[in-house]
Each structure stands twice: as structure tokens, then as C-alpha cells.
């Protein structure tokens, strides 16, 4: 064998030690096969991952009216389930609609927040009960203080990231506000909430995330 073909065979020999030490490494910077199973996350925590958050402002976005207005004691009228009667005879309706929204969000595992700045949350938990509300709101954040406290708080009890929240209201600042804290939001208008307004919030909730409405388990 003549010294060029040895040299050559040598030059291969040490090109092919180098290539196999080469995918060893970049075997061991990649991570595991592909083939390797991923151990499963464990339930609770893919709940709070995944866990999504809606929250209302009451006045304005499930109601037309401010909920301090009304003289309790409320009692619905009679003669109309949709109405509610305060002690003066005032009469009060909730947005249409509203009572089937909340009950679907809340048959869908979403947290369902009612936040309200009122400084006693007696009238706006008498209003939510009278419309039959209540029964599919799972927090409740009533007392004075910026909408962010509120959603802060939601944050911390429910352990629910900002990102995943969305938050319906009426006040334009209000809604620019929460939103500094990664919170999707959408302000309504003088139809309140309805089924378009809560489309278009969930599509801005999911699109923001990469995902598709109700997906999720």
C-alpha cells in the first residue's frame, strides 16, 4: 500500500472518530430522544396553567345602571321574571342574555369574577342574586379601589396568570389600566355584554395565546 493511500486512511479514520464524537455531543446538549417518553404534568398544575379567568365589571357590563342607585330591600316582579323592584317601585333590568352567558362560561370551568368599586357591596350582591347571577359566579371582588387591585387579588386566590384573564368594563381608562398587567380586555358598549362582545373577547384572548376558543379540557 503506497504512503498516499495510508495517509488517506488515516485522515478518514480520525474524520469518522471526530463525526461519532460530534453527534455524542450534540446528543447530550439536545436532551433526550425523541423517542424517550415525557413524563406527564401532573393534573393540579396543568389545571392552573391552563386555567382561564373572566372577569366583569358589573355596572355598565352586565347591567345598565349603577347598582348603588338601588333602595333594597330588591324583589323581582311579579309579573316579569327579568324585572327587579327595588323598595321605591324603580324598576331594573339586566342586559339580555346575561343569566345564559354566565351559566355557559361557568359550565365551561372558566373562573367567573364579578368586581365591582362600590363601597358596600350589599346592593350589588342583592341585584347579582334577584337577576339570578350569582349562582354561576365563582369570585367575587365588591369594594372601593381600582379595577387592578381587584384583578390583582383574582390573580393571587385563584392562581390564574394575568395572561389568561380577560376583563369586560365599561370605562375606556379603566380597561387600559388592567391591561399593564398582561390582562386581556375589552370595554363594551351601551348594549353591555352580549354574545358578540364575549366572542370577540374570547378571540382576542385565544389568538393572543395561540389558541382556539373552548379548547382546552
Avoid at 178 to 185: A, E, G, H, S, Y
Amino acid at each position: 500500500m503506497c504512503s498516499s493511500t495510508v495517509a488517506f486512511c488515516i485522515v478518514f479514520v480520525c474524520f469518522w472518530e471526530l463525526q461519532k464524537q460530534g453527534c455524542v455531543e450534540a446528543r447530550r446538549w439536545k436532551g433526550k430522544p425523541k423517542n424517550t417518553p415525557v413524563p406527564p404534568i401532573p393534573k393540579d398544575v396543568r389545571m392552573i396553567q391552563n386555567q382561564r379567568l373572566i372577569a366583569f365589571d358589573l355596572d355598565g357590563t352586565l347591567w345598565p345602571f349603577k347598582a348603588s342607585d338601588g333602595q333594597l330591600p330588591l324583589k323581582l316582579n311579579p309579573r316579569n321574571e327579568e324585572e327587579v323592584v327595588d323598595k321605591t317601585g324603580k324598576k331594573y333590568t339586566a342586559f339580555k342574555n346575561i343569566a345564559n352567558i354566565l351559566k355557559m362560561l361557568y359550565r365551561k370551568k372558566y373562573f367567573v369574577a364579578a368586581i365591582s368599586k362600590d363601597d358596600d357591596r350589599t346592593n350589588a350582591e342583592a341585584f347579582l342574586e334577584e337577576f339570578q347571577l350569582s349562582q354561576y359566579i365563582t369570585h367575587f371582588e365588591i369594594y372601593p379601589g381600582p379595577s387592578t387591585k381587584h384583578i390583582e387579588s383574582l390573580h393571587v386566590s385563584t392562581k390564574t396568570y394575568f395572561r389568561n384573564m380577560l376583563y369586560f368594563c365599561k370605562n375606556e381608562q379603566d380597561g387600559e389600566n388592567v391591561k399593564k398587567l398582561n390582562v386581556t380586555t375589552l370595554c363594551v358598549d351601551e348594549k353591555g355584554l352580549n354574545m358578540d362582545a364575549l366572542n370577540k373577547g374570547l378571540q382576542l384572548l385565544y389568538l393572543s395565546r395561540h389558541e382556539f376558543p373552548f379548547a382546552e379540557n
